[in-house]
């Protein structure tokens, strides 16, 4: 095994120069987001690391194919750029957004700062050149293949080999390694294996949402600007649906629609022609549908995706196989951490690789007992946040409420985080812990709200006070209840 140190950024693959039980070949399926980056990582570290990735290179062919486009990438997401020492090639494909841009229905818009801290913002990134971005460095190493066009048909979990279907002559071959890592998404075949295989006690849940989605835009204007306000995520929320639309460097935006597939007015089962189409925008979203002139053809070419979570476990075989990324847990979008989720959870294995354990089971344990309970957390947190985006964000007690936190952070920055400013910039706190402080912030200012005990009026001293004095009792009642 190569322990050289391959860059500035690389460390041996145990700070304790020790083998682990000779293994020395990694095997990463899937060479999306995850996968690109935990072959980086594990590249930089001196293992050899074949990855397998069923789709086209996405630097020679558009793979998108009615996928997101664009994602919000924040500051739990660039801890994995950090840790590869990329961050600062990445903040060059980001167009920041400091706040959600809401639209109502007579085309009345307010903007929601993410934060009231100026510093703290989400970007808008490209998936296709971030995902670039990552593959060309991980093929820098020379420990680092990558293939593709090569779709992961099973794995056998107990002999650490995987079979594998190559697309461009249709033959069929094995790999085997010492251990095998899956970063193959919602539909990962080693979890189908684990499920299928029937070897051990595997827990698996997969919940969809009774809505779906699908990818619009908003095109450039003809001088090459954009035709609305660049640096926020734009939102329509409807009460039981809404779109959103996230900026791009060519000066688009990609735009979201969420909806009901057969509940409703209008639902994804029964919009079936360009005039109902129409009809619906107008009705619903006329000030998006002013600059949205190519709405018909994109509606009608793009597919309607679902959307899932789930969750399972253990997410490792003995040290043989391990899931990692939405493969081991997948979540809606609604809080734009599935990506930076993912790049989360490589950080969080680096950092067990690093604790010294002598074998792979030792390590995958630990791995899971660390992370899970936080990728549970923020699965909950995004079915939270589809609710609130869609309806919450429009009511006058929300408004107040977000009105009272901007205040609260401006003037308290270091005493007072709102739960998305604990799940979204405070990286050093775990998705669970921020999920259980900010929902009991949550009650105790909605509920103060609604007994009249505290408004945006009041001093902003007394206010903070009474928020942390009813939070703390909150989250006393959880600890007794065994919910903290």
Avoid at 31 to 44: D, I, P, V
Avoid at 95 to 123: A, L, Q, V
Avoid at 255 to 270: A, K, P, Q, R
Avoid at 389 to 398: C, E, L, P, S, T
Wanted: hydrophobic fraction near 35%; include cysteine; charged fraction near 30%.
């Amino acid at each position: 095994m190569n322990k050289e140190k391959n860059n500035s950024n690389s460390e041996n693959v145990f700070p304790s120069g020790e083998d682990l039980d000779g293994a020395q070949d990694i095997l990463i399926i899937g060479a999306g987001l995850c996968g690109s980056l935990l072959a980086l990582r594990l590249g930089q570290r001196g293992y050899n690391v074949t990855v397998y990735e069923k789709r086209p290179d996405l630097r020679k062919v558009d793979i998108s194919a009615g996928r997101s486009i664009n994602l919000a990438f924040s500051d739990r997401g660039n801890k994995g750029m950090k840790l590869v020492g990329l961050e600062e090639e990445v903040k060059k494909l980001c167009i920041p957004m400091n706040g959600r841009m809401i639209h109502d229905k007579e085309g009345n818009t307010f903007m929601s700062n993410y934060s009231g801290r100026d510093y703290e913002y989400i970007n808008s990134i490209s998936r296709e050149d971030l995902n670039a971005l990552l593959l060309t460095e991980a093929e820098k190493h020379e420990n680092v293949k990558i293939h593709f066009n090569k779709g992961c048909k099973h794995v056998d979990f107990e002999n650490t080999s995987a079979e594998f279907k190559d697309y461009i002559d249709n033959s069929e071959f094995i790999e085997d390694a010492d251990v095998i890592i899956a970063t193959d998404g919602a539909g990962s075949a080693l979890r189908k294996s684990y499920y299928l295989g029937k070897k051990f006690l595997f827990s698996f849940s997969q919940d969809y949402l009774t809505h779906g989605y699908k990818e619009l835009s908003i095109l450039p204007a003809e001088d090459g600007g954009y035709k609305t306000f660049k640096n926020a995520l734009h939102i329509w929320p409807r009460g039981d649906f809404m779109i959103i639309a996230l900026p791009n460097l060519d000066g688009s935006f990609t735009v979201t629609l969420f909806l009901s597939y057969d509940e409703g007015e209008y639902n994804f089962n029964n919009l079936t022609t360009p005039e109902l189409v129409t009809e619906f925008f107008q009705k619903e979203f006329p000030d998006a549908l002013e600059i949205m002139p190519n709405l018909v053809d994109d509606f009608f070419e793009n597919p309607t995706a679902p959307l899932g979570t789930i969750k399972c476990s253990p997410w490792h075989y003995k040290g043989n196989t391990l899931l990692m990324g939405d493969s081991a847990h997948a979540i809606v979008p609604f809080y734009g951490q599935g990506m930076n989720a993912s790049f989360e959870d490589v950080v969080e294995f680096d950092a067990v690789l690093d604790e010294g354990h002598d074998n792979w089971e030792a390590i995958f344990k630990a791995y899971e007992k660390r992370r899970k309970k936080d990728t549970d957390a923020i699965a909950d947190l995004a079915i939270d946040n589809f609710h609130e985006m869609k309806d919450h964000v429009g009511q006058a007690i929300f408004q107040e409420k977000r009105k009272i936190e901007m205040a609260l952070e401006k003037e308290f920055p270091e005493e007072y985080a709102s739960k998305y400013s604990l799940v979204t910039f405070n990286e050093d706190i775990g998705y669970r812990e921020a999920m259980l402080r900010g929902r009991a912030q949550d009650k105790a200012i909605l509920n103060m709200l609604s007994d009249n005990v505290i408004s945006a009026e009041d001093d902003i001293k007394d206010v903070l006070e009474k928020v942390k004095e009813e939070t703390e009792a909150i989250l006393e009642d959880d600890r007794i209840a065994g919910l903290y």
